[in-house]
């Protein structure tokens, strides 16, 4: 019997630059859908796409009514789903808003969502996570350069790059409030990151992420391959980004608050098993099992 190896290793003692061994679009997933091919191409090349207004109107306000009703529901709020800023009580992330929130569970289940889902990940699909992230006026915190592919595998025990996210915008993304920067392309890397997960990592990582975060000289090598783009657009809008892609955000200086709904989809082909760098996996409102 063949022993199984892992492609992707991260959280040793160096750094590396290991080259993607999964395709980005499934093989079944290109007959006809909600993506034309063209799109399909770009998604395959760049590694997201970007939809501006796909919400309409009416949808994009009640999304908006129902954000706000979750942030004043949130306020003095125990439970571990509410993450708040790092130097401060203000909210900064809830999750599981699918699993603990009617509307947005219905929201996530939208056909169109569904589709896009299935088309590119060429299976029936599940909702591996999702939540609001809030980044307040004057004081929501950045995101830094970061591959959710990397915690989903050391920290949830992913196994393959089969798995995409969306942001929907829920206020205008601009270029002063921090919005979602994208390095196209760059999920055709996996970077591994060093140093060994501390035991409820977690618990630190969802205010300031310390460990797999990717080093400067990667970081330097994917940003001159593959540059740096920043999708902003309307409320309503909505971005759709690989596993993989290298990604982040600033601190938000600007009086104008930033606040997204995201989820991530996962084949039904790619569940979870034992963490490939952590002695225990996250709890289930971070990784559905």
């Keep these: 019997m063949s022993i199984q190896t892992d492609p992707y290793t991260s959280r040793g003692t160096e750094p590396q630059i290991i080259e993607r061994q999964d395709p980005v679009v499934y093989t079944d997933s290109r007959e006809s859908g909600f993506l034309s091919a063209n799109q399909l191409q770009f998604y395959e090349d760049n590694g997201y796409l970007f939809f501006p207004d796909f919400f309409s109107p009416q949808e994009t306000l009640e999304l908006q009514e129902q ?3 979750l942030w004043r529901e949130g306020i003095g ?6 993450v708040r800023e790092p130097e401060s009580d203000m909210i900064r992330s809830i999750f599981a808003v699918h699993h603990n929130d009617p509307f947005f569970s219905a929201l996530l289940q939208d056909p169109r969502l569904v589709s ?13 996570q999702s939540r609001i992230n809030f980044k307040a006026g004057f004081r929501g915190k950045d995101f830094y350069w970061h591959s959710d592919f990397e915690t989903w595998h050391a920290e949830d025990g992913m196994p393959r790059m089969r798995a995409f996210s969306i942001s929907i915008a829920l206020t ?3 270029p002063f409030n921090g919005p ?3 390095m196209p ?3 055709r890397y996996f970077i591994s990151c060093i140093g060994a997960t501390p035991k ?5 990582s969802l205010r300031a992420q310390q460990y797999g975060i990717a080093d400067d000289n990667s970081l330097t090598y994917l940003a001159r391959q593959c540059g740096i783009e920043m999708p902003t657009g309307t409320a309503g809008s909505l971005l759709a980004f ?3 892609i290298m990604h982040g955000s600033n601190s938000n200086i600007s009086p104008y608050p930033r606040s997204n709904v995201f989820a991530v989809y996962n084949s039904i082909d790619n569940r979870l098993g034992p963490p490939f760098a952590a002695s225990e996996p996250r709890p289930w409102y971070l990784a559905s099992r």
């Excluded at 896009?116 to 591996?128: D, K, M, N, P």
């Excluded at 409820?200 to 630190?204: A, E, P, T």
């Design 67 to 69: 954000q706000q009703r």
């Design 77 to 82: 709020q125990e439970g571990p789903e509410y």
């Design 116 to 128: 896009l889902a299935r088309q590119i990940l060429g299976s029936e699909v599940y909702i591996h």
């Design 172 to 174: 205008e993304n601009n």
């Design 180 to 182: 979602l920067m994208v």
């Design 185 to 187: 392309g760059s999920h």
């Design 200 to 204: 409820n990592h977690y618990q630190k």
């Design 242 to 244: 690989d596993c993989n």
